[in-house]
C-alpha cells in the first residue's frame, strides 16, 4: 500500500476530532451561519441554562459545589463536553473530545460521593484539558506533525497521574502547532486556532487550543506548556490566568516534543485557568504530591503559602513593583501601555505599594542566546519531521527556523559557550535585581528589593494570524527561568487607543510591530489586553501572592470577561 498524503492523514485527524464531538450526549447543536466577531457569547444561547451556570464557575468554586453535593460530576462533565463541542466549533481548538473516558470516569466518581459522603480528593469531579502533546495513555502524541500522527502515548504523564489521583477528568485535548515553536496554534493536521473575542487574531501559542477553549470557557483550568511564552502568549490573547512556574517544580515526564534532553533552555508544564486560584489550586494539588520522589529531576519544594512574602497585607512591609514599560527594542503598542498605566496609577494611590520603573538590561543578548540555544541541532530534528510526510512549511515554522540567523548546528563546545554566556546574563541580571534595594538591616542583609517586575506579555494584544513574529518580552523570562503570571486587564478600545503618528521605528523589528497597529487599531477591537508579573527564580508563591494583593485592592480586571 502506498504512503498516504499528507492531506490524507490531515483529514483523518479531523474526521476522528469530529467523530468524537459527535459521540457526545445530548447531542451539540451547530453553531449560527452567521457569527459576530466576539464569539464568546454564542454558547449562552445554546447550553441549557443550569449548562451555562455550571460553565461560568471558576475551578475553586466547582470545585467547592461537588464537594458540597451541589452538583455531580456527571452533570459538570456534561456541561463542559459540550460546551468544549461549541468552543471547537467556534475557535477550532480541539483535537479530540473524550466523552466515554469522561463519562465513565464521572460515574466512578458520583458512586465514590455516595458510599462515602466525601470527595475522593482536591479535584473531585473537575474537569482538565489538556494540550495533544501531553500524553495519555494508547492515545495520539503527534506534538503538531503530520508523520507522528500514529504515535501513540504509552502511558499517562506524570503529572496527569498526580491530576487523576486527586479525583479530576479528563475529557478534552488541545491543539497546538507544527513544532510546537510558535507564538500562535496554527498546524497542517488541523488548521489554525481563532482568538475567542475576535476571530481575525491568533488564539496564541503553542498552547493556543487551551487558550481557546478556557476563553470559550469550554474548561475552567487545562494544562500546556512553556519554552518561549507557550502558556502566556494564548493566556493573554484569550483573556485568561497563566503561569509559566520556575523549571523543575511541575513534573514534565511524559510528553512528546523533539529535541528531547536538551536542557540549554528547560521547557515547563504549567496551568491556564479562568481564575487565580485555579492556578494556585493546580500547583499546590500537583507539588502536595511530591513528585519528586518519581521524578529525581524535580526539586524537593513544597509549596509555600503558609507565611506571607508581604508584611504590607498586615500592616508592614510594602509590595515594591518595578514597571518594565518597554524592552529597548520592541515598543509596545498603545492598548498595552494603557494597561500598565492604569495600573500603576490605581497602585499609586493605595499605601501598601512602592512602584519604581525597571530598565532593561540588554535584552537583546537575552533573545541572542536564548534563541542560539532553542535549536543546537540547527533545528535538524524539527526540519525531518515536518520533511516526512510532505507537508507544507508553515509561516511561522519558517520563521522561526529558516528565517532566523540564530539557528545553527552547534559543536559542543559551541553549546558550552551560549551556555556560559546564558549564566553570565544571568548573575549580571541578578546583580541588576539585587541593586535595587534602598536599605540594609541590622544583620547587614539588604532589604528593599523589588518584589516583581509588571511588564507586557508581548507587544500588543493577540496579532493577526501569522503575525506573532517578536518572543522577547516571554522568552526573556524563560532564558532566566524566572515564574511569570498572566493575568487580564483590559480590552482594546480604537476609540481611546490611538496611533502615534508621531513614532518613528527604532529597528526592524520595531518596524514591523509598529505597522501591525498603523494598518488600524480597529482590527483588534475587543482584543484582551494582559499583563504579566514576574519574580525571581523560585518565587512562584511570591509572583501569585503578590496579584492576589494587587487584585484585591485595585479590582482587576478592569473590563468584563466572559
Not at 449562552?44 to 470545585?63: C, D, G, N, R, S
Not at 508523520?147 to 499517562?156: E, I, P
Not at 507586557?456 to 517578536?470: E, F, I, S
Request: net charge negative; with cysteine; proline share 8%.
Amino acid at each position: 500500500m502506498s504512503k498516504p498524503s499528507w492531506q490524507e492523514v490531515a483529514q483523518r485527524a479531523q474526521d476522528h476530532r469530529d467523530a468524537s464531538i459527535r459521540r457526545v450526549e445530548p447531542h451539540i447543536p451547530p453553531v449560527p451561519d452567521q457569527l459576530p466577531l466576539d464569539r464568546t457569547e454564542i454558547p449562552k444561547y445554546i447550553l441549557t441554562t443550569e449548562e451555562v451556570v455550571i460553565t461560568q464557575l471558576p475551578a475553586e468554586e466547582l470545585t467547592a459545589s461537588v464537594a458540597e453535593g451541589k452538583y455531580t460530576s456527571t452533570a459538570v462533565v456534561n456541561a463542559y463536553l459540550r460546551r468544549a463541542g461549541l468552543a471547537q466549533a467556534l475557535t477550532n481548538c480541539i483535537t479530540e473530545l473524550l466523552p466515554e473516558k469522561a463519562k465513565a470516569r464521572s460515574e466512578f466518581l458520583d458512586q465514590y460521593y455516595k458510599e462515602h459522603g466525601k470527595p475522593i480528593g482536591p479535584l473531585h469531579g473537575l474537569p482538565i484539558s489538556v494540550k495533544e502533546h501531553i500524553g495519555m495513555k494508547d492515545l495520539g502524541l503527534n506534538a503538531g506533525f503530520i508523520s507522528w500522527w500514529d504515535k501513540k502515548g504509552t502511558d499517562d504523564a506524570h503529572v496527569l497521574k498526580i491530576l487523576w489521583n486527586a479525583g479530576c477528568v479528563f475529557y478534552a485535548r488541545t491543539t497546538q502547532p507544527q513544532t510546537l515553536m510558535h507564538l500562535e496554534t496554527s498546524s497542517n493536521l488541523y488548521g489554525a486556532t481563532t482568538n475567542p473575542f475576535n476571530c481575525y487574531l491568533t488564539s496564541g501559542g503553542s498552547s493556543g487550543g487551551e487558550g481557546a477553549l478556557i476563553g470559550m470557557r469550554g474548561s475552567c483550568l487545562g494544562l500546556g506548556s512553556d519554552i518561549g511564552g507557550s502558556i502566556r502568549s494564548p493566556a493573554a490573547n484569550c483573556g485568561v490566568y497563566g503561569l509559566r512556574p520556575s523549571s523543575y517544580r511541575i513534573p514534565v515526564e511524559g510528553w512528546s516534543a523533539t529535541m528531547a534532553g536538551q536542557e540549554q533552555v528547560v521547557p515547563v508544564l504549567g496551568p491556564l485557568s479562568t481564575s487565580l486560584e485555579g492556578i494556585k489550586l493546580f500547583m499546590k494539588t500537583v507539588i502536595a504530591a511530591k513528585p519528586w520522589l518519581d521524578e529525581p529531576s524535580l526539586i524537593p519544594m513544597p509549596w509555600r503559602d503558609q507565611e506571607s512574602y508581604f508584611p504590607a497585607i498586615a500592616g508592614g512591609k510594602k509590595l515594591k513593583v518595578a514597571v518594565l514599560w518597554d524592552d529597548g527594542i520592541v515598543r509596545p503598542h498603545p492598548p498595552v501601555v494603557r494597561a500598565l498605566r492604569e495600573i500603576v496609577d490605581k497602585l499609586k494611590a493605595i499605601e501598601g505599594a512602592e512602584i519604581v520603573d525597571w530598565e532593561p538590561y540588554d535584552h537583546d543578548e537575552a533573545w541572542k542566546i536564548v534563541s542560539s540555544l532553542y535549536f543546537c541541532d540547527g533545528a535538524q530534528e524539527e526540519t525531518d519531521a515536518i520533511d516526512a510526510s510532505g507537508e507544507p512549511w508553515r509561516p511561522l515554522s519558517k520563521f522561526i527556523i529558516k528565517e532566523n540567523p540564530s539557528v545553527k548546528k552547534l559543536t559542543v563546545a559551541d553549546v558550552w559557550h551560549w551556555t556560559s554566556r546564558r549564566e553570565a546574563y544571568r548573575s549580571e541580571y541578578a546583580k541588576k535585581w539585587n541593586a535595587t534595594a534602598t536599605r540594609t538591616s541590622n544583620t547587614g542583609i539588604p532589604e528593599g528589593k523589588v518584589d516583581v517586575i509588571l511588564c507586557p506579555v508581548g507587544p500588543g494584544a493577540a496579532p493577526p494570524l501569522d503575525c506573532a513574529r517578536y518572543w522577547g518580552y516571554t522568552s526573556q523570562w524563560n532564558i532566566l527561568d524566572y515564574p511569570a503570571l498572566v493575568f487580564p486587564v483590559t480590552k482594546v478600545d480604537p476609540a481611546v487607543d490611538k496611533i502615534d503618528q508621531s513614532y518613528r521605528p527604532r529597528n526592524e523589528k520595531d518596524e514591523y510591530n509598529h505597522q501591525l497597529w498603523q494598518s488600524g487599531p480597529e482590527k483588534y477591537t475587543g482584543a484582551p489586553v494582559s499583563l504579566q508579573l514576574v519574580g525571581r527564580r523560585y518565587e512562584d508563591e511570591k509572583v501569585v501572592e503578590a496579584l492576589e494583593y494587587i487584585q484585591g485592592k485595585i479590582g482587576l480586571p478592569f473590563a468584563k470577561f466572559v
